[in-house]
């Protein structure tokens, strides 16, 4: 992965003007695609104020996340990881985050808050974070849920449907 050395500035980079490019073109051109997934193995969320995530590069993140809501991308959500805990965060509206580490992953103390962007936010148990395309149903869905890695019990399912940006919740379970 780029990464300028440069960071929380309109020059800082992750991906680098050639990456940059080529993911707005895919974007752009995915239109066969239902779901578009843009995978990080670091947080998008604004939550996670680490230098060595999209924080340190908001400029970039920002612009990403306007190309699809001024082209009218449908279906696109980030994936991420490498935080020690599992949450689902909308970064503008119809464009979400789903983020769940890895299960040897120690507890975080971290906590976020809870505001209007944080739809989800778990860091009491080790979690496993499944995604899931149900092309049975009309149009599509993806699926996503959190399950308590030694237990198997699951926390979260929550089911969302491609709209004219992003995506839309289509419905939401919790424990």
Request: proline fraction near 3%; charged fraction near 20%; aromatic fraction near 12%.
């Amino acid at each position: 992965m780029y990464r300028t050395t440069q960071k929380r500035s309109e020059t800082a980079s992750i991906l680098g003007e050639v990456q940059l490019r080529h993911l707005m073109e895919w974007l752009r051109n995915s239109t066969e695609f239902t779901f578009k997934f843009l995978v990080s193995p670091s947080p998008v969320t604004e939550r996670t104020q680490s230098m060595d995530s999209w924080f340190a590069y908001n400029h970039e993140r920002d612009q990403i996340n306007e190309y699809i809501s001024a082209h009218n991308i449908s279906g696109a959500v980030w994936l991420s990881a490498d935080r020690h805990w599992s949450g689902i965060f909308e970064l503008s509206p119809g464009i979400y985050e789903f983020s769940s580490s890895p299960i040897d992953a120690f507890w975080s103390d971290q906590e976020l808050g809870h505001t209007e962007d944080i739809l989800y936010f778990s860091n009491r148990k080790r979690h496993i974070g499944y995604v899931k395309v149900d092309s049975s149903t009309q149009p599509a869905q993806l699926v996503m849920e959190s399950v308590e890695a030694a237990t198997g019990e699951l926390l979260l399912t929550t089911t969302f449907v491609p709209n004219d940006v992003g995506l839309s919740i289509n419905s939401w379970t919790a424990k």
